[in-house]
């Protein structure tokens, strides 16, 4: 039987229907409910990654439920992807103040991708190494000064969300200079991504479009997702 944890809270407007986000803020008592196999994978870990981890597979169980599927344990492959159960799609992200986790049942979604950043902006010294020139001059021209560092944050936060949704497809590593992700709007809240390089089942050129939300909780983390599966027209070019 499960502890009480935290109040789940469920986000809307990040995926199309079908799709179910969980949030919930840190929850040291999520560590005592986690399965054998799960706390061996934190087992040398420090408190806060080992809160993150269990914080999310609470919600990883609580989404599986209401999805009418068995809250099973979650665990990780060499390369630290999370294993779903068969038939599901999902993915987790946490930062200091909160866990997400994105789940679905697959065939209905592709793949999903997820991440949760908390911190006021992206520093100014790491763009160089985290974005193309492109990014950085549309950073500039679409972005006043004090939502600039903010909107970098989203931007970091969309590589990593598509980095998670890809890697099922292509099981292969990709660098940030690999994507070029374009940002919508903060009102219209949605970004576009193009891979830069094959990789894996995705050819140069491929596209994926994304949402991304600054009041997704209260206010003060970023969330943003993606939906992706390598449809007939991003598909790589490779042998064919
Ligand atoms: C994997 C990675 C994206 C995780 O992001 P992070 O900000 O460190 O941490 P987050 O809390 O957002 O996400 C952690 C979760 O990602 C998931 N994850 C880890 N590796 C993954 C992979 N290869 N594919 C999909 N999900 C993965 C795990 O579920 C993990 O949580 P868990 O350890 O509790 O199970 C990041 O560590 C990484 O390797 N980045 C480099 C690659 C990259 O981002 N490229 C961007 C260009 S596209």
Known sequence: MLAPMTAAEQVEGLFGDGVLVLGARIDPEAVAALTEAEAALVERAVDKRRREFATARRLARLGLSRLGRTPVEILH??????????????????????????LASQGEAGTVGIDVEHRDGLRRDLWKSVFLPSETARLEAQFDEAERARMALVLFSAKEALYKAQHPWSRKYMGFHDLEVVLGAPDAGTFSCTFQVEVGPFGRGAEGVGRYRLDAFDGAEVVTAIQLSPTAANASSRGG
Not at 77 to 102: E, M
């Open 77 to 102: 492959a060499p390369d630290r992807s999370p294993l779903w159960p068969q038939g599901v799609t999902g993915s987790i992200s946490h930062c200091d103040t909160r866990a997400v986790v994105a």
